[in-house]
């Protein structure tokens, strides 16, 4: 059940607020893959072939930390010149990637680095966020849909058998909290920051802009009242997940609608 929750705004008309209240979450992770994708139709199992996450602090809206790496895809290893096209990254990008494997490894650490250095936690399901002392700081991930990580990680982890962070079993879906709280329907991301006076910064369907994008979107939903919780988890609904989360044509595109 989503909790959202629309406040009037306290300052006046046009001027941005510089700091952002009443938030569950003191950070979030911003996720964004791009994967193999195809023009034509096909039964491929898409795979990550870039992995960017960036810290958002809910408080200020600023982004603190970011994590970036090309994926070599390793059961389809030639890019599809759509691919390439639609995403901009390249043959020889990939191929000087790592493999997921290692790539989830190197991302682990860096979480573990910002529960080190800036005291970040993540609940679970035998935890509530009361449960936190205050001196913990509550994150969550977010991406734009519930493709990035109920798709097209949890499918292809469970294809090569890896083991994913347990931290990635739960997020915020941004696609549908902007649909309840602005009460319309989006076209894309790009068109969601549109209709809010935003301009996209970068190109579209880079993983790392995307992710920067997305939180940019974030950080104005959270001004305009919006207060972000969970939506999705795949401890407690892997069953609904795995039945109502349909893989995406072939191109990718529908998790951008």
Same mark, same amino acid.
């Given at each position: 059940?989503?909790?959202?929750?629309?406040?009037?705004?306290?300052?006046?008309?046009?001027?941005?607020?510089?700091?952002?209240?009443?938030?569950?979450?003191?950070?979030?992770?911003?996720?964004?893959?791009?994967?193999?994708?195809?023009?034509?139709?096909?039964?491929?199992?898409?795979?990550?072939?870039?992995?960017?996450?960036?810290?958002?602090?809910?408080?200020?809206?600023?982004?603190?930390?970011?994590?970036?790496?090309?994926?070599?895809?390793?059961?389809?290893?030639?890019?599809?010149?759509?691919?390439?096209?639609?995403?901009?990254?390249?043959?020889?990008?990939?191929?000087?990637?790592?493999?997921?494997?290692?790539?989830?490894?190197?991302?682990?650490?860096?979480?573990?680095?910002?529960?080190?250095?800036?005291?970040?936690?993540?609940?679970?399901?035998?935890?509530?966020?009361?449960?936190?002392?205050?001196?913990?700081?509550?994150?969550?991930?977010?991406?734009?849909?519930?493709?990035?990580?109920?798709?097209?990680?949890?499918?292809?982890?469970?294809?090569?058998?890896?083991?994913?962070?347990?931290?990635? =079993?739960?997020?915020? #879906?941004? *696609?549908? +909290?902007? @649909? /309840?709280?602005?009460?319309?329907?989006?076209? !894309?991301?790009?068109?969601?920051?549109?209709?809010?006076?935003?301009?996209?910064?970068?190109?579209?369907? =880079?993983?790392?802009? #995307?992710? *920067?994008? +997305?939180? @940019? /979107?974030?950080?104005?939903?959270?001004?305009? !009242?919006?207060?972000?919780?969970?939506?999705?988890?795949?401890?407690?609904?892997?069953?609904?997940?795995?039945?109502?989360?349909?893989?995406?044509?072939?191109?990718?595109?529908?998790?951008?609608?």
């Amino acid at each position: 059940k989503l909790g959202l929750l629309r406040q009037r705004s306290q300052s006046t008309s046009g001027v941005k607020k510089s700091v952002i209240s009443n938030q569950i979450f003191s950070y979030l992770v911003v996720i964004d893959f791009e994967s193999t994708c195809w023009r034509e139709k096909n039964n491929y199992g898409q795979e990550i072939i870039e992995f960017p996450a960036v810290l958002l602090n809910t408080s200020s809206g600023e982004v603190e930390s970011e994590f970036h790496t090309y994926v070599q895809p390793q059961e389809h290893p030639v890019l599809s010149n759509f691919c390439t096209e639609l995403t901009g990254i390249t043959q020889v990008q990939v191929e000087a990637g790592i493999p997921l494997q290692i790539c989830l490894s190197r991302f682990n650490r860096w979480v573990q680095n910002l529960q080190l250095e800036k005291g970040v936690m993540f609940p679970n399901k035998e935890q509530t966020c009361s449960a936190f002392p205050p001196s913990q700081k509550m994150c969550t991930f977010l991406t734009w849909s519930d493709w990035d990580l109920g798709v097209c990680l949890h499918y292809e982890c469970k294809r090569k058998q890896l083991l994913k962070p347990d931290v990635l =079993s739960s997020w915020i #879906d941004l *696609r549908s +909290t902007y @649909r /309840l709280f602005y009460s319309r329907k989006p076209k !894309g991301l790009n068109g969601a920051l549109q209709d809010l006076g935003i301009q996209f910064s970068g190109r579209e369907h =880079s993983g790392l802009d #995307d992710a *920067r994008n +997305t939180a @940019r /979107l974030a950080a104005r939903m959270m001004r305009d !009242g919006c207060v972000l919780k969970i939506t999705r988890s795949l401890e407690t609904v892997s069953g609904h997940l795995t039945t109502s989360l349909k893989k995406p044509d072939s191109s990718n595109s529908t998790r951008d609608s």
